[in-house]
């Protein structure tokens, strides 16, 4: 049913987002004035962004798989369109990802922008808390939205209406700027949003979710105090929103399990989404690539795929094998399509790597024919990441046996073990391990870097690694000679992307970022 919601959605949003580039005037043939006389007609715009979020161009790959490749650690393994650019930092202005991202990303963007000005076309009737609610979902949308622009392209344009009279006169604004109305939007979704999102889903924003993106924004800002509290906040009410840690790592990744999750803060819905191939867009750009194109080319579903996305070997070999979390997270045996019921090495792989397996192992109605359904529903944000932030920033406020204590409550899971369906040949069981080991007493610096490889292992393949080397300005030592992936091509202008070209054609007032 929420599917049926979500692209009846998009499917009214042709008078508002009409065009992705900036330079163009909206067009359609219903207008604000007609469409919006509830608060259902809000949330229906406000629903539309969610299915942008699970297009092609954002979540399905286009931006997911660059942020994978952009860390250190995933390579290429299939030299594939302009993937290819990633790994290597040779990402151009014409690479159909960077340019794919931002238009995706603005055409949410407007709709968001939409239904905000749509709650002022309500009538005096209806309840101002009830309008406070649906724009409090909308402005997170927002600034959800514009935390990823920010922190990939640095200065963006800020747009906040839908109705922009000459699209050639848009100017970026400045990355701080920006921050400020990304925190203002957080702030008012934190202040109207309630313990509960709409529909009781976790692919729409709680109160909850509103104060875990705050913590994260101000952790990218070095606030720590803001950071620790809101952080904080989530962990007080865990109870009443619902939060915890899974049991099983494993079940944070089982599609059967995701809808029951404690775990899941936000999510991205893919659930019920169709296949489909070129030409055919509307299904096609809202598949769930990012299984396929971790999957082993000549493997069987639900592995199946085209060996894209693979780990650095170094990721395997210096991750210790009494972790649980990395038997989830990576495989390096399973059967080929060609064999019955015999598990190959890695090195039998079309590509000689282990293979990403967090998302491949239990994916609800699986893999087709063409490999690229899924139920499988990305995790943007989940319990496990908000102890982290909160270990992060009370251990920067000196509040050293807090900090360990949340990093604690992560590995104690981890330590948890259990089954793992190893791809027909019947279950692997873990029995619970004393690994990893439980922090014990250290100082502020030696914990920052524990607290930081904690996110790398815990949070592995879940596209926060890029962040978190730019934010902490990481890329001359991890991609260095010693680094977990060498790359020679590495310089700190890489941090951000460059702005499309396309744009920058256009508009004779963007300028282009340094480097490019």
């Keep these: 049913m929420k599917n049926i919601i979500k692209f009846s959605a998009l499917a009214i949003l042709t008078f508002v987002v009409g065009c992705a580039e900036l330079d163009e005037e909206p067009v359609g043939t219903l207008s604000p004035e007609g469409f919006f006389n509830t608060i259902d007609d809000v949330n229906a715009m406000t629903d539309g962004t969610y299915g942008l979020m699970a297009s092609g161009n954002f979540y399905g790959s ?16 299939l030299e594939f369109s302009d993937y290819t650019e990633f790994s290597p930092f040779l990402v151009t202005p014409t690479n159909s990802f960077v340019s794919g991202f931002w238009a995706s990303a603005y055409q949410a963007i407007a709709t968001a922008n939409t239904a905000i000005d749509g709650i002022g076309l309500l009538g005096d009737d209806i309840d101002e808390e009830d309008k406070n609610l649906a724009e409090g979902e909308a402005r997170f949308v927002r600034g959800f939205l514009y935390y990823h622009l920010v922190r990939i392209y640095g200065n963006v344009p800020y747009i906040d209406s839908p109705d922009i009279s000459d699209p050639l006169s848009i100017e970026q604004s400045s990355s701080e700027e920006v921050y400020a109305k990304i925190i203002e939007d957080m702030t008012f979704a934190f202040e109207n949003l309630e313990m509960d999102s709409r529909g009781s889903v976790r692919s729409r924003p709680s109160k909850g979710t509103a104060a875990s993106y705050l913590a994260s924004i101000y952790m990218t800002r070095e606030d720590w105090q803001n950071s620790y509290d809101n952080a904080k ?8 929103l619902n939060y915890g840690l899974a049991d099983d790592f494993q079940d944070v990744f089982r599609e059967s399990e995701q809808w029951a999750s404690q775990e899941y803060i936000f999510s991205i819905d893919f659930t019920g989404n169709q296949t489909g191939q070129s030409p055919n867009p509307i299904t096609y750009e809202n598949d769930n690539k990012i299984g396929p194109f971790n999957g082993v080319e000549g493997g069987v579903k639900p592995i199946r795929g085209w060996s894209m996305l693979v780990p650095h070997i170094n990721v395997y070999n210096n991750w210790d094998s009494n972790d649980y979390r990395l038997k989830v997270s990576m495989a390096d045996s399973l059967i080929l399509a060609d064999d ?12 000689a790597r282990p293979h ?19 139920d499988f529903d990305h995790a943007a944000f989940r319990y496990a990441e908000v102890l982290l932030i909160a270990a992060e920033s009370a251990n920067e406020l000196a509040l050293t046996a807090e900090a360990i204590g949340y990093v604690n409550q992560i590995r104690g899971r981890a330590r948890n073990s259990g089954t793992i369906d190893f791809y027909g040949s019947g279950y692997d069981s873990y029995a619970p391990s004393i690994y990893p080991e439980d922090v014990m007493a250290t100082g502020k610096d030696d914990l920052r870097t524990i607290i930081l490889e904690e996110r790398r292992i815990e949070l592995a393949f879940e596209f926060k690694r890029w962040y978190d080397i730019v934010r902490k300005d990481l890329g ?10 060498p790359q020679s091509n590495f310089s700190e202008f890489r941090y951000l992307w460059p702005i499309p070209q396309g744009e920058i054609d256009k508009n004779q007032n963007f300028v282009q970022n340094p480097g490019y």
């Design 356 to 374: 990403i397996a967090k998302f491949n192992r239990f994916v609800g109605e699986g893999r087709t024919t063409a490999g690229w359904r899924s």
């Design 476 to 485: 001359s030592e991890v991609f260095g000679p010693a680094g977990l992936e």
């Design 233 to 240: 906040w989530v962990i007080d009410n865990a109870g009443a």
């Design 340 to 351: 019955t019921d015999i598990v190959r090495p890695f090195s039998e792989f079309e590509v």
């Design 62 to 77: 286009g931006l997911t798989t660059p942020l994978q490749l952009s860390s250190d650690m995933v390579d290429n393994g």
